[in-house]
């Protein structure tokens, strides 16, 4: 289907693709791995031919179709429905051209092709689609300028599937759709009869639909069969016996060498040496693999704030007094919460977490703070709101205004921007690098609570595991909205679920979710089938509800016996100090007994209150599971 050879490709005086080589097959669903900047899209593009290779070339099989996303959505007056049926240019050609024809056998050729390309069924696969991406029968109904442009490129992509190219070409498609979407299309891309490739950064996608895995690495690409992690588990196999055998090969050498120059001018010996010499001229030197390092987040540390942080008390929450999005909204949030929240896109998840983060007022009800929280606030659109003129440095700067060049400099460097990129221009910068800046100055003066709507959508897979592995060590609060399963799962500790204008904990893990979201679809008939979960049943709502009420108890227990031993360890440190002075000894030997007895005391105290929060502890965390 697609042959790759010999492919080398620059952007002025930078070289994406150095002699590439690889090939596709039909059927195969490979996903496209590789850093951020590496020539992913760019690989897209020679594809499509807007672009033509240095060197080398790119081909499809003649006369299979490529079909690949809409940098613009579609935005005019026709209905979603009619939208993604004329993606299918064929389709509605024929259509257009039986309107008028009157030559009797080419009107007979005209309805021979509709029935070869199932045209009869062509209105109810596009619903199904468009059904399976989130649009209701009304919505699909509504012309597509009436949508945001979020889900006018869901209208975009599902005239893409719609339309069934030979070739689909995929770039990061998730980015435009939430957890239910992202179920959808990973069963939908499994049954795809074609050819698809795929980038994406995102990893629990990539393992369930990808057979196969391209990879862009060190200007080269692979082919590897099997899923994105079976991908990982075979390089560190491969990297680490590559490892061995330069190793084995470097001390052969070093023995070599040392040979030759102890004997080289050594007459009886001489040509050992020159034979070694030669041998050591000969043996082809194994390269070391390159291990790229991700710069790690840095998220400044907060002071530790009392609980709850956050408490909402039958809240009413929206734009319309008269029209609420969520109602009867009951929630508390603890420092130490992390929180990943459920809920079709439309179903209010920003709405809710605005509402928290005090961009917009409750409509009624209650909604009480700590007096000096401080909350940071990530979604995508602010990355607008980055300076273009300006660098990180310059960013930092003006958070920093009285600190020194090198004091500036270093914190720019903890952010990921080093001396070769902390002078770079916002405007030149990729998503990736405005994404890693405003999440390094929204958390740069140690919020209490990070909120953060879709933060990965211009992140690799090994920035994301960096965000991951730093927000699991931020001592806040997190909220979180992701498609990014993976990323859920390693930072999520509690779900909420945003459906029905309500708010509820999701009694369950995020497989749960999506089985439930599976089965529920399943239940519905037809092109009714949503991707949402559209009522969770309330006897799950019950059980969260009572759950959550059992074990508040608890974890007020919990956090107090915490609080007692916290303070009983300050003590502690308060004597040994007193009695680390040496004067005390020769001055006041009286004082220096007493310390000690109540320091003996106080070790058995530590040791009973250790006892009753460990306790406290393991029935907290018994009655959550």
């Not at 703070?369 to 980055?386: C, G, P, R, S, W």
Request: glycine share 6%; proline share 4%.
């Amino acid at each position: 289907m697609l042959h790759i050879n010999d492919l080398t490709f620059r952007i002025e005086d930078r070289v994406l693709f150095d002699q590439a080589t690889a090939a596709i097959s039909d059927g195969w669903k490979t996903g496209f791995v590789g850093r951020n900047g590496a020539g992913k899209s760019t690989l897209l593009k020679l594809i499509r031919g807007e672009f033509s290779p240095d060197d080398g070339d790119v081909s499809v099989r003649k006369g299979r179709r490529i079909g690949s996303l809409a940098q613009e959505a579609p935005a005019g007056d026709e209905s979603l429905i009619a939208t993604v049926l004329g993606f299918d240019t064929e389709r509605s050609s024929l259509l257009a051209e039986a309107e008028t024809e009157t030559d009797p056998q080419r009107i007979a050729e005209i309805h021979t092709r509709l029935a070869d390309i199932e045209a009869h069924s062509a209105e109810s696969r596009a619903a199904s689609i468009l059904a399976g991406l989130g649009f209701c029968a009304a919505e699909q109904q509504r012309p597509c300028r009436s949508f945001s442009g979020g889900w006018r490129m869901r209208v975009a992509l599902a005239g893409l599937l719609f339309s069934a190219p030979d070739l689909l070409l995929l770039d990061e498609p998730t980015n435009y759709l939430d957890i239910e979407g992202t179920i959808w299309l990973e069963s939908y891309i499994r049954r795809y009869p074609y050819t698809v490739l795929i980038v994406s950064h995102d990893r629990d996608f990539l393992n369930r639909c990808a057979s196969h895995i391209l990879a862009l690495e060190n200007r080269k690409l692979s082919v590897h069969t099997g899923d994105y992690d079976t991908y990982v588990r075979r390089r560190a196999e491969a990297n680490a016996q590559l490892i061995a055998a330069k190793t084995k090969q470097d001390a052969e050498r070093r023995h070599m060498q040392a040979f030759v120059d102890r004997f080289r001018y050594k007459a009886s010996k001489a040509k050992q040496a020159q034979s070694r010499l030669k041998a050591l001229e000969k043996m082809a030197v194994i390269a070391e693999p390159l291990e790229m390092r991700t710069t790690p987040f840095h998220f400044g540390e907060p002071k530790p704030m009392a609980p709850p942080i956050v408490r909402m008390e039958q809240a009413k929450l929206g734009y319309e007094p008269t029209a609420p999005i969520l109602k009867d909204v009951s929630l508390r949030i603890d420092q130490d919460d992390r929180i990943v929240i459920l809920g079709a896109n439309g179903q209010g998840k920003s709405t809710l977490v605005k509402s928290i983060s005090s961009r917009l007022a409750p409509l009624s009800g209650t909604v009480r703070k700590h007096k000096k929280l401080k909350i940071a606030y990530f979604a995508q659109h602010q990355v607008d709101e980055l300076h273009l003129n300006q660098s990180a440095y310059d960013h930092v700067r003006a958070l920093m205004p009285d600190a020194t060049e090198a004091q500036t400099r270093s914190k720019t460097a903890q952010l990921g921007f080093g001396a070769e990129k902390s002078d770079t221009l916002v405007r030149d910068m990729s998503g990736g690098e405005k994404a890693r800046l405003l999440l390094g100055l929204i958390a740069f003066d140690g919020p209490h609570m990070m909120i953060l709507d879709e933060p990965t959508n211009h992140l690799d897979m090994d920035s994301r595991e960096a965000l991951a592995d730093a927000l699991n060590k931020y001592p806040g609060a997190v909220l979180m909205i992701t498609h990014d399963a993976h990323l859920a799962s390693m930072v999520g500790e509690r779900l909420w679920l945003v459906n029905d204008g309500s708010v509820s904990n999701f009694d369950g893990d995020l497989e749960d979710y999506r089985r439930l979201v599976l089965s529920l679809r399943r239940e519905l008939p037809g092109d009714d089938k949503p991707s949402t979960v559209k009522h969770l049943p309330a006897n799950a709502r019950r059980t969260a509800a009572q759950t959550r009420e059992a074990i508040a108890p608890l974890k007020k227990q919990m956090e107090a016996n915490e609080t007692r031993l916290n303070e009983l360890n300050d003590v502690l440190k308060r004597l040994d100090a007193a009695l680390a002075d040496q004067d005390l000894y020769a001055k006041d030997v009286a004082r220096v007994m007493k310390l000690q007895k109540e320091r003996s005391a106080l070790v058995k105290a530590i040791e009973m209150a250790e006892e009753k929060w460990l306790q406290a502890a393991e029935d907290y965390e018994a009655a959550q599971n």
